[in-house]
Structures are given as structure tokens and as C-alpha cells.
């Protein structure tokens, strides 16, 4: 059964720093992994999503790393502004039929 | 595209009561998924359809049933409300034969409350 274990649950920065956010999975036969924003209140916003062949992804200052090997992705943010306050969660799936199993997140507060 | 809307956006319902709730997808997506939220639990998948006409379990399906008798619908139902099925309910879908590269796509939620 997959489990998926996100840490640090919080993580406050003022504006600017470089971050790194972890994800840790159990099962490690996964054909990708997703990672998800969301907005206090809000649905889920698609971040990234890897492919099992792929180590890395990147969109605009997000880059998402994954190692199946080692059951691990990280989410690198860089340049971290006010606007990226929101929580982050990471995703695989759980089979083959679409389904995900997602982390508890990181609550990501970023300071002006 | 409006891509995946739910209705409706908050209910109160008291113990006991039943409730229908909407997912609604312009995408033309075949699997269509209903996840609940909870505080410390994290989104817990509740039933899923991998297209018109079939259904099956998730996680915690106890005390809900779905239906998916139109591609682009996808209704969860609550014939007897409980308060521990009191939570945030999201609806997502995905496309199926490319779903390994494809992203899974939410609504905005519906947010339940059973006194």
C-alpha cells in the first residue's frame, strides 16, 4: 500500500530564499508522481508532473526531482515570493487506474 | 473550457438528511475520481469511474454511493448523512489512455457540514 510521508507539515521564509520541499513514498513502482498547490479554500492547482523515465521537471522557478530508488521527490522553489504562500502536495499514484495517493503537504508561508 | 465545476459549493445538512452532489467535466475525460479532505488525514479517495456506466471503490467508500450514467457527470450521494462525513469533497478527471503523462485535473470543492 502506498504512503506518502511530506516533510517539513510548515515552512516559513522571508521572500527570496531558495526552498526545498520533501516527499517520501513507499512503493516505488509508480510510473509518476504529481505535485499539487493549493490555495487556502481552494481546489488543487497542478504544479509538476514526472514521469518515471524523467529525474527532473521544471516550470518557470519550480523544479521537481524524482528518485524512485530512494522513494524520494523534492520540489525546489527558487526565489521564493509572498505569492507562493500556499500548501504544496505531492502525489503518486496508487495502481494503474489513475488514482493518487497524496501526502498531508507542506504549509509553505512566504514573509515580504 | 470550464474544465471540472461542482455544485454545490457549501451545504449544511443535519444528521440523517440525503444529499446529491455534482462533478461536472467539459474535458471529455473518461476516469473521474470523488477525494475527501480532512484535517490531519489529507485527500482520501472515495470512489472513482474509469468511464460511462462503471464505478468502483476507493479508500473510504462506507456511507457513499456514485453514479456515472453520463461521460461528463459524475454524482456522489449521501443517502444518510453522518457528522464524520463532514469535510471538503473534490471531484478531479484525467483523460484515460495517456493518464501515465496526464495530470489529474480538480474542482473547486464542496464543503459539507452534517450537524
Known amino acids: 500500500k502506498q504512503e506518502v510521508t511530506q516533510i517539513p507539515a510548515a515552512l516559513s521564509v522571508p521572500e527570496g530564499e531558495n526552498l526545498v520541499l520533501n516527499c517520501s513514498f513507499t512503493?516505488?513502482?509508480?510510473?509518476?508522481l504529481q505535485w499539487f498547490r493549493q490555495d487556502p479554500g481552494k481546489g488543487l492547482t497542478s504544479l509538476l508532473l514526472?514521469?518515471?523515465?524523467?529525474r527532473e521537471q521544471t516550470s518557470g522557478r519550480l523544479n521537481a526531482s524524482l528518485d524512485k530508488s530512494s522513494g524520494r521527490s523534492t520540489l525546489y522553489i527558487a526565489a521564493s515570493q509572498p505569492g507562493d504562500s500556499a500548501t504544496y502536495l505531492c502525489?503518486?499514484?496508487?495502481?494503474?487506474?489513475?488514482?493518487?495517493?497524496f501526502g498531508q503537504g507542506t504549509t509553505l508561508q512566504v514573509k515580504p | 473550457n470550464a474544465g471540472v465545476t461542482q455544485t454545490p459549493k457549501f451545504r449544511v445538512l443535519k444528521t440523517g438528511q440525503s444529499m446529491t452532489l455534482l462533478c461536472a467535466q467539459d474535458?471529455?475525460?473518461?476516469?473521474m475520481y470523488w477525494y475527501r479532505q480532512d484535517p490531519g488525514m489529507g485527500l482520501r479517495l472515495i470512489h472513482y469511474?474509469?468511464?460511462?456506466?462503471?464505478?468502483a471503490k476507493g479508500e473510504v467508500p462506507d456511507g457513499y454511493n456514485v453514479s456515472r450514467l453520463k461521460k461528463q457527470n459524475f454524482l456522489l450521494g449521501l443517502e444518510s448523512a453522518a457528522p464524520s462525513q463532514t469535510s471538503v469533497y473534490f471531484c478531479?478527471?484525467?483523460?484515460?489512455?495517456?493518464?501515465?503523462?496526464?495530470?489529474?485535473?480538480f474542482g473547486p470543492g464542496t464543503r459539507l457540514l452534517v450537524l
Open positions: 512503493d516505488s513502482a509508480i510510473y509518476n
Open positions: 474535458m471529455n475525460h473518461e476516469y
Open positions: 478531479a478527471s484525467t483523460p484515460s489512455t495517456s493518464f501515465l503523462a496526464e495530470t489529474q485535473y
Open positions: 502525489a503518486p499514484p496508487g495502481g494503474n487506474t489513475g488514482k493518487l495517493i
Open positions: 469511474s474509469v468511464g460511462e456506466g462503471t464505478t
Open positions: 514526472i514521469q518515471s523515465s524523467q
